[in-house]
C-alpha cells in the first residue's frame, strides 16, 4: 500500500462545476497536509494546508480533513479553464520533517 | 528572494557519464529536500537534509547516487555512473523549519540519459 494514495484520474468537469478531489494516507501519525498544483512541465506549488480535522476555506478552495478516515480533499468551486493542471496531495509526520506525496490527480476543466 | 535555484535546467548526457545537478535553497531555510519525479513513478523524495546534515537517504535508489550539502546555501546531487532509467525531471525544495510544512520547489532540472 503506499503511503499517499489519490484517485487515479484523469478528472473532467465543465467550467463552473465543483471539482472533488480526494487523498487517502497510511500513517497515523501525519500531522500536516497539503496541496499541491502543478502545471505541465512546472513545478509544485503550495495551494493548501490544513491541520486540523474539519473544513478550510481560501476563495475557491476547500480542504476538508478527517483523520479518523485518515482522509483529506480538495474542493475547487466555480472551476475555470485555468484550474486545468495536476493536483498532488503531501502528508507530513512533522516531527520527521519530511513530506510524501501521493502520485497526483489530472484535472482538466473545460470552457 | 529569488526562490529556489536549480541547474542545469536541461542536461543530456550519455549512458556511463557522470551528471552533477545543483540547488541554491532559499536564505534561511532549515531543510533541503532532493525529489525525482518521472510519469511512472511520481514524485518520489530521495533525500533530504537538515541544517547542512543528511537525515534520510532511504530514498536513494542506488550507490550510483550521491548528495551533498557542503553549506547552506548550496546542494549537489550527483549520479556517477547514469544509465537510462535516471531521466527524469529532478526538483530540489526547501523549506524554513520543523514548524512551517510548505515546500518551495525549484524549476527543476529534466535529464536526459541516452
Known amino acids: 500500500q503506499k503511503e499517499v494514495e489519490q484517485n487515479s484520474g484523469p478528472l473532467s468537469v465543465p467550467e463552473g462545476a465543483i471539482a472533488s478531489l480526494n487523498c487517502t494516507y497510511s500513517d497515523r501519525v501525519s500531522q500536516s497536509f497539503f496541496w499541491y498544483r502543478q502545471y505541465s512541465g512546472k513545478s509544485p506549488e503550495l495551494i493548501m494546508s490544513?491541520?486540523?480535522?474539519g473544513d478550510k476555506e481560501d476563495g475557491r478552495f476547500t480542504a476538508q480533513l478527517n483523520k479518523a478516515s485518515q482522509y483529506v480533499s480538495l474542493l475547487i468551486r466555480d472551476s475555470q479553464p485555468s484550474d486545468s493542471a495536476t493536483y498532488l496531495c503531501?502528508?507530513?509526520?512533522?516531527?520527521?520533517?519530511?513530506?510524501?506525496f501521493g502520485d497526483g490527480t489530472t484535472l482538466t476543466v473545460k470552457p | 528572494d529569488a526562490g529556489v535555484i536549480q541547474s542545469p535546467r536541461h542536461e543530456v548526457t550519455e549512458m556511463g557519464q557522470e551528471v552533477t545537478l545543483r540547488c541554491k535553497p532559499i536564505s534561511g531555510h532549515d531543510y533541503l529536500f532532493w525529489y525525482r519525479q518521472t510519469m511512472m513513478r511520481g514524485l518520489e523524495l530521495l533525500i533530504y537534509f537538515n541544517n547542512n546534515v543528511p537525515i534520510d537517504d532511504s530514498g536513494m535508489p542506488e550507490d550510483r547516487f550521491s548528495a551533498k550539502m557542503p553549506n547552506a546555501s548550496f546542494s549537489t546531487l550527483k549520479i556517477q555512473p547514469s544509465e537510462p532509467r535516471d531521466s527524469a525531471v529532478y526538483f530540489c525544495?526547501?523549506?524554513?523549519?520543523?514548524?512551517?510544512?510548505?515546500?518551495?520547489f525549484g524549476e527543476g532540472s529534466r535529464l536526459t540519459v541516452l
Open positions: 490544513i491541520y486540523s480535522n
Open positions: 525544495a526547501s523549506r524554513e523549519d520543523l514548524n512551517t510544512g510548505e515546500l518551495f
Open positions: 503531501a502528508v507530513s509526520n512533522t516531527n520527521a520533517g519530511k513530506s510524501t
